[in-house]
């Protein structure tokens, strides 16, 4: 028997490059970046704009996003008056690196300045990583196996990754996928400056010779995943479809990626085989592109690795987060959707800053410029790679529309 | 501290319910806090203010019995004497 093949049929996003998925698509395509100051903030996003008093005041700025992402990923499914689906057969997978970790640092704060009485009986439910997932369940009645991904970097693809597996097995219908991170704190800043990964330049430049350290972003990227007969059936446009995913482990080293690339492409290998697909069919690598020294280097290796060197030269790659910094949990839910929209618009978006090259990554980068699309065989097919602290990696293989 | 005067804690209880949600027209003292949507973590917040501002201390078990806002705002006038 043949599993069930998974669409996308919504998504949503709220990002430095503002709020809404075109938008961010439309933004990081013409050329601009929403880091300022050396953080990708969500700036437009202003929560009580999009979300009740109460719901603002129970939930972290992480799950308010969440929120409002979804809205829009629900309408765009066709899902804003009802539910599709038996609720029960509707799961909710959902990422984030750390999860309400403003929350955590003010409840704190009350607690070190004013005793335990000070603290918010809403402390627990607002800081926890599950707090976005279970805000999803709540606003829309979602019933079925609800619960957070956390793998850091990459957990917003595993949440994406699970929820196809999800739905190829039978367990759900239809499942909402994502990821969000709010995390532009004092202590974020402190703990990932402390270990040398943010950018001290503050500039996001990915495979760039002067490339010193990640951006910080925030944001939130919402999919729709539905069993494709199923949402055909109700009359659904699919925007894409998950055709493959696979994760490994470096179990290398705690931060740093495995250098020589092979547990990553690994992952490429198997997301591929996966998919039933081989290196030739790829049209677009969206990359983990974190602008920092070691991921850049490490990442090229492992396309290389899987890829062979010729295949890989030829294959444009591109990194988000030179338009967005690195936005954690969210990450790899925000990069499938704009893989995706991209693909459909039949652009390839170009990676931001990268004005030196690095003369030890020579790879097809697409320096500043976004250039067209010409899918090798019909539908067009990305690969998206995220990468996370721990040593997790999660490549999906996504389709666009023919 | 301030004085628990039955107005005083009616003007404070009907301002804190407000903030956790209800507009604050809604928040008259017939309200239940079912109709405003406000539940036990509400509640405990609003324990915490109270004792804050009167140095009245509601246990569980006391704002389990609240059914309505009058019934809290009752309850703090009567322990604050």
Redesign the interface.
């Known amino acids: 028997m043949t599993r069930p093949r998974v669409v996308i049929t919504g998504v949503g996003t709220v990002s430095p490059l503002g709020i809404g998925a075109d938008l961010l698509l439309r933004r990081w395509v013409a050329g601009e970046i929403g880091i300022v100051d050396g953080e990708g903030a969500a700036r437009d996003y202003v929560a009580t704009d999009h979300l009740?008093?109460?719901e603002v005041?129970?939930t972290d700025r992480f799950a308010h996003m969440a929120m409002t992402a979804s809205d829009e990923a629900l309408a765009q499914a066709g899902w804003s008056d009802e539910l599709p689906y038996d609720p029960e057969r509707i799961a909710c997978i959902y990422a984030t690196g750390i999860g309400g970790l403003g929350s955590l640092e003010q409840q704190h704060d009350l607690m070190r300045d004013g005793g335990n009485?000070s603290v918010?009986?809403?402390s627990v439910?607002l800081f926890m990583p599950n707090a976005a997932v279970a805000a999803l369940s709540m606003r829309h009645n979602l019933r079925g196996q609800t619960y957070a991904t956390a793998s850091a970097c990459a957990a917003g693809s595993h949440s994406i990754g699970a929820a196809t597996r999800a739905i190829q097995v039978g367990d759900a219908d239809a499942v909402i996928a994502g990821g969000s991170e709010a995390t532009l704190t004092l202590l974020a800043r402190a703990s990932f400056g402390k270990m040398g990964a943010l950018s001290p330049s503050g500039i996001s430049r990915p495979f760039d010779l002067r490339r010193d350290g990640f951006v910080m972003g925030e944001g939130a990227g919402v999919l729709v995943l539905e069993d494709a007969e199923k949402a055909a059936a109700r009359g659904a446009r699919a925007l894409g479809e998950i055709r493959g995913f696979a994760s490994t482990a470096d179990a290398y080293h705690l931060t740093a990626p495995d250098p020589t690339g092979e547990p990553a492409a690994s992952a490429i290998r198997r997301a591929l085989a996966d998919a039933g697909l081989t290196a030739a069919d790829v049209d677009y690598i969206n990359a983990h592109g974190t602008s920092t020294g070691l991921n850049d280097a490490s990442e090229t290796a492992a396309i290389k690795l899987a890829f062979g060197e010729e295949l890989a030269r030829a294959v444009p790659v591109s990194s988000t987060k030179s338009a967005t910094g690195h936005t954690l949990g969210a990450a790899g839910a925000l990069e499938a959707i704009v893989s995706v929209l991209a693909m459909n618009e039949r652009i390839i978006p170009p990676t931001l800053g990268l004005d030196v090259p690095d003369p030890e990554l020579d790879l097809d980068y697409v320096p500043n410029v976004s250039r067209p699309l010409q899918p090798r065989n019909g539908a067009p097919i990305a690969l998206s790679n995220s990468f996370g602290f721990g040593g997790h990696n999660v490549v999906l293989c996504l389709e666009g529309a023919a | 501290m301030a004085t628990a005067t039955p107005e005083a804690v009616e003007a404070r209880v009907v301002e804190a319910l407000a903030?956790?949600?209800p507009d604050a027209d809604q928040v008259t003292r017939d309200a239940t806090f079912e109709e405003l949507?406000i539940d036990s973590?509400d509640l405990?917040?609003l324990a915490?203010i109270v004792?804050d501002d009167y140095g009245v201390e509601l246990k569980g078990d006391d704002m389990k019995s609240l059914k309505t806002v009058g019934d809290a705002i009752d309850l703090v006038v009567a322990r604050a004497q």
């Open positions: 009740s008093k109460k005041r129970r009485a918010s009986p809403l439910p | 903030s956790f949600g949507d973590l405990v917040e915490q004792e």
